[in-house]
Structure formats: structure tokens, C-alpha cells
């Protein structure tokens, strides 16, 4: 009697979704004429897309610039990013502004179709009217390319775009951003950003089995490409507080004096899309995330903390022998300097990093695989050793510091660990 009933629920469940999830089409137009818009909005609406990082997601590797085809691991398989250029064949050049709207608030397509949440609606819906229409003036102003949408590899369910409006019934809170009357006007200015256009908390917070960000984890960090997308809230393992001159100094030049510098995708964030926000609004994020990770009560135990880090600058004296310190002294500490020698902010204490304290290793193991910057990249610059250092080398180093620059238990399985973030 119980599986009669059980089939008849779920049977009820998809046709309420099949049922929910039904959108009307919104009907094609001619693209725009760029003379509609007001160079104004455009500018504007290139700082929004430059805040959301949307040429990051929907430009494939060598690609066209919002030509998409960049394909993004969900978890339940690829999803490529489509082309949002305004084509009006192979992009989005048909969709009206209100078509565009809805996709941004709703998560519904032009046709009605239902879109997967990785893309970030959930965060998109918070922006105000003004932003929206700045940011289609800004993509309908860019220049058109063909490209063929490539074929998604989510598996089923998770293919059924019906089954996403059940998913929005649960996980999907729509609405645009109401101020929090008793916090400052930079403070609300900072958290309409954080948690709409530049949707932190899309990497930096765990979700569950079903892809949703966990609400009560929000910026509790999470797994991300293979690097840790590190806690912003008051968990975050770093040995000093992230202040909020700390985190104007981090995104404005990627480099902070008491934290290091910004490396893997957060480099691209910080010297691609945020540099293109204003003083100002880096000031705002900078003071929404300097009050919700509680920095102001841990700034009193800074003093002891960065005593304790400069204390360890001469601990390898003595260490010469061991296989770990061995490779750091030669590998390393020509530019993470000795015990005599003052650091400039890029070069920063590493017993002040987060990658070595963290419970995560991973940012500590890609930073010495990959390096930080490049030819193209503005600030700090530090080679890749994946080339020169083997697994086994890569964990001895790692080892080494978390033992010495640090009073955390130690990293397990380590080669293991590199050897995973290799690959």
C-alpha cells in the first residue's frame, strides 16, 4: 500500500513542478540600436558586468569575449556557458530587456525555459531596475559573436529544467536588495554587491547535495577548481583579523601586508573585474566584510599574534638538515627572507597566511604548483614549481612550514594531496 502511495506523491511532486515551471515565451525583437543607450548606462553597466566577472564565466579559453562555451564542473556534470553577446542568432541579440530581466530575477530564459543555477540568479535578483537596464545596455553594446552552444553533461535528474522550479520552491529566495536600516550607507552599499552582482557567496559557500548554497553556512567557505574559496565570515583561519583596510588593500591591489596576496581565481577577480569598480564601492565591500567576519573583536589579540609570526622568522637556523626545510631554504626563502631582513606587504610573513593555517591545504599546494601572476597580471609574481618540485618534494615543504609557522595539527596525506591537486 505504501509504494502506491509513494508513486502517487512523486507523481504529484513533478506535475506540480511540470506545472510551476511553465513560463510563456517572451517574443524575439531585433537587437537593440546602440544609439538607444546613454553612454552613462553603458559605462555603468560595464562596471556591473566587470563587478559579476561575466566575461570570466561566458568566455571559453581562446574564445570571443560573452561568446560562452566555457565549460563549469556543477558537481552533477558540465554546464557550458552560453553565448550572451548580442548575435541574435547564437546569442541573446533577440532578447528584449524585459526577457533579459526575467533571466537575471527569475532564472527563466527567453523561450521559458527554466536555467540552471550555476547560473547565479539568486544572487542576480537582488539587483535594482537602474543596474539591470545598465548592464543590458552594456552587453547589448558589445560586439556580436557567432558560437555554437556546445551540449551540456549534467545527468539526470538534475537535466530536467522542469524539476528546477521545484528546486527554486526550496532554495530560491527572489527580490531585489532591501537596505538593513541600522547598518551604514557603505555597509549596505558593500553587501548589495557582495551578495548580488559579485555573488561571493556562490564560491565561498558550502551547498548541499543539491547544488544550493547552505544559507545558515553563508561564507563559511568551500571547495572550489581544486583551491579553497577561504571563509569570509568569522571562522576564517587567517592568524590576524581581516580588517577592513586589509580587505580595501587585498581587492583594490590584490596584496595585503598582514594576509599576502591574492592568487588562483581570486587574482583574476581582484586585477580583472573588481579593478574596474570604484575606490568607493572596494571601501563598501571592504566594510560589509570587515563587520560580519567580527574583526573589530579580534583586533585586540593582534599585537601577540604578529609578535608570535615575527618570532618565527629564525626558526629555520639549525633546521638546515632536514628535508623540508632544506627545500624551502632553497626554493623559497631567497624572496620569503630571513629572520633580519623586513618584509615589503607583498612578501609577507607565511606564518601570517591563511594557507598555512587553514585546515584545507590546497591553496598552499596550488600556489606552489601554479605560482602567483604572470606576464599579464599586475602585482605580485611568483613562479610555478610544479615542473621543478615532485609530489613528495611539494609535500616536505608543506609539512615543513604548517609544523613551524604554525601551532595547527598537521596536514595528513599530503603527497596524496598534491598529487590530486596536480591532476
Not at 58 to 80: Q, R, V
Not at 290 to 301: L, V
Not at 367 to 396: E, K
Request: aromatic letters at 8%; proline letters at 7%.
Amino acid at each position: 500500500m505504501r509504494k502506491p502511495i509513494l508513486i502517487a506523491v512523486v507523481a504529484l511532486f513533478l506535475a506540480g513542478c511540470v506545472g510551476l515551471s511553465w513560463r510563456s515565451a517572451i517574443a524575439p525583437q531585433a537587437p537593440p540600436l546602440a544609439s538607444l543607450f546613454t553612454s552613462e548606462q553603458v559605462a555603468l553597466g560595464a562596471q556591473m558586468a566587470a563587478a559579476g566577472n561575466c566575461a570570466g564565466c561566458h568566455t571559453a579559453e581562446g574564445g570571443a569575449a560573452f561568446g560562452g562555451g566555457l565549460g563549469l564542473d556543477t558537481g552533477f556534470g558540465i554546464a557550458y556557458s552560453p553565448n550572451i553577446s548580442p548575435d541574435p542568432q547564437t546569442g541573446i541579440g533577440n532578447w528584449s530587456e524585459a526577457a533579459f530581466a526575467r533571466a537575471m530575477r527569475d532564472g527563466v530564459a527567453r523561450d521559458g525555459s527554466q536555467l540552471l543555477p550555476v547560473f547565479p540568479y539568486t544572487h542576480f535578483t537582488k539587483l535594482t531596475d537602474v543596474d539591470l537596464a545598465a548592464l543590458y545596455a552594456f552587453v547589448m553594446t558589445r560586439p556580436p559573436v557567432v558560437a555554437i552552444e556546445q551540449t551540456n553533461t549534467i545527468r539526470f535528474p538534475f537535466n530536467v529544467r522542469a524539476l528546477q522550479a521545484g528546486w527554486k520552491l526550496l532554495y530560491f529566495e527572489q527580490g531585489v536588495y532591501q537596505n538593513v536600516a541600522t547598518k551604514s550607507a557603505a555597509w549596505n552599499r558593500g553587501a548589495y554587491l557582495a551578495e548580488g552582482i559579485a555573488h561571493c557567496a556562490a564560491c565561498h559557500t558550502p551547498r548541499n547535495r543539491f547544488g544550493a548554497e547552505n544559507s545558515h553556512s553563508a561564507y563559511a567557505g568551500a571547495g572550489f577548481d581544486g583551491w579553497l574559496a577561504p571563509p569570509l565570515d568569522a571562522s576564517n583561519p587567517a592568524p590576524l583579523p581581516w580588517t577592513q583596510q586589509d580587505l580595501y588593500d587585498y581587492l583594490r591591489m590584490g596584496e595585503s601586508e598582514r594576509h599576502g596576496v591574492a592568487a588562483g581565481a581570486m587574482a583574476g577577480i581582484v586585477h580583472g573585474g573588481l579593478a574596474k569598480l570604484s575606490d568607493a564601492d572596494i571601501e563598501a565591500l571592504g566594510t560589509y566584510f570587515g563587520d560580519i567576519n567580527d574583526s573589530a573583536a579580534r583586533e585586540g589579540g593582534a599585537p601577540a599574534a604578529l609578535a608570535l609570526a615575527n618570532s618565527r622568522r629564525s626558526i629555520d637556523a639549525g633546521n638546515e638538515t632536514e628535508p623540508g626545510a632544506n627545500l624551502y631554504l632553497s626554493a623559497c626563502a631567497a624572496c620569503h627572507y630571513g629572520p633580519m631582513v623586513k618584509p615589503p606587504a607583498v612578501r609577507s610573513s607565511l606564518a601570517l597566511s591563511s594557507a598555512i593555517t587553514s585546515d584545507d591545504p590546497s591553496n598552499f599546494i596550488q600556489t606552489v604548483l601554479q605560482g602567483v601572476g604572470g606576464a599579464d597580471t599586475p602585482g605580485p609574481y611568483m613562479p610555478g614549481f610544479a615542473n621543478a618540485l615532485s609530489d613528495a618534494d611539494v609535500a616536505l615543504v608543506a609539512s615543513y612550514l604548517r609544523r613551524t609557522r604554525s601551532d595547527r595539527p598537521a596536514w595528513p596525506d599530503l603527497t596524496a594531496a598534491v598529487a590530486a591537486r596536480r591532476r
